[in-house]
């Protein structure tokens, strides 16, 4: 039987209970996505803010802990990421001090870097530290290449997260991005695991299950689709159809053969939509900070 807890708008907890059949999946739900959205989307901050409250950084940052806290025990083993706060300009020493600090809140912690490198320099140093971490914003294979250089010797598995559905939204098929990192990973010592993550739909969720990857995050609504559904799995008759809303066929994209032990620093860690998604998560934190903040 596997639990799988959902969080409601990133905030509050709430149990979802979904029973499915011993040895048919070992996909868990990690609901714990997106820093800002977690603090901004919570039912009281919002509240808050509506009526003209703005937050300094250690309010937030308090604020943050305590949401964490609360998810933690729904979770268990499968970790709740904590994501430090990253831009441009953020260097891999002050990553790792929020990272540190944000590790000792609970004990089923995997900090949160992006895949910059700054971000590959902070999760190096914290897994020679013991720290799990949990690399996001990935959109290439050359990416969880560099994400597996990096982190070699890793005492724990740590996570990389594809981010699927922002690569369907530009035409782009997802899925064949986690089934290139599954394939690439598959000769490598499995220090690693995939984490499929930005699901705009159920097959979504259900090729995760189909090309094995270790874990999944997904909105409640895809859950309770999947639950009212009566739970499909991805059996020999599932077929994935990589298309978009509207039908229109999603280009794959082609896999790489990258040397695994190469020199993390040697990969191409350069693309559009992981600039993209920290700026959204920029401006996202912003938004709920005083002005003097």
């Known amino acids: 039987m596997l639990n799988i807890r959902v969080l409601d708008q990133f905030a509050k907890p709430r149990a979802l209970d979904l029973k499915v059949l011993p040895g048919k999946s070992r996909t868990t739900e990690i609901p714990c996505d997106n820093r800002a959205q977690m603090f901004a989307k919570n039912p009281d901050v919002q509240r808050l803010m509506a009526s003209g409250k703005r937050f300094s950084r250690a309010e937030q940052n308090d604020e943050y802990k305590k949401i964490v806290k609360e998810i933690s025990p729904l979770v ?4 709740v990421s904590i994501e430090v ?33 700054e971000g590959l320099r902070a999760a190096k140093m914290s897994v020679e530290r013991g720290m799990r971490v949990n690399m996001t914003l990935c959109f290439s294979q050359e990416q969880a290449a560099a994400v597996y250089a990096a982190t070699r010797g890793a005492k724990e598995p740590l996570y990389v997260s594809p981010f699927v559905g922002r690569l369907d939204d ?9 089934r290139n990192i599954r394939e690439m990973y598959a000769g490598g010592d499995g220090h690693v695991h995939v984490l499929a993550a930005s699901f705009r739909k159920l097959d979504h969720l259900l090729e995760s299950f189909a090309l094995g990857a270790e874990l999944a995050t997904s909105p409640a609504k895809i859950l309770e689709q999947w639950a009212a559904d009566g739970f499909p799995l991805a059996d020999q008759n599932f077929r994935y159809k990589a298309v978009d809303s509207k039908g229109s066929a999603l280009r794959p994209i082609p896999y790489k053969e990258l040397n695994l032990s190469a020199s993390w620093d040697s990969f191409d860690l350069k693309h559009e939509l992981t600039d993209k998604g920290i700026e959204r998560f920029v401006n996202d934190y912003k ?3 005083t002005t003097a903040a």
């Open 287 to 289: 938004s709920t900070l």
């Open 85 to 117: 706060f990253a831009d441009f300009d953020t260097s891999a020493e002050l990553m790792l001090a929020q990272g540190e600090e944000m590790f000792a809140w609970i004990p089923n912690a995997y900090i949160k870097y992006p895949c910059i490198h």
């Open 76 to 79: 268990g083993s499968a970790g």
């Open 170 to 178: 530009r035409g782009e098929d997802g899925m064949s991005l986690v």
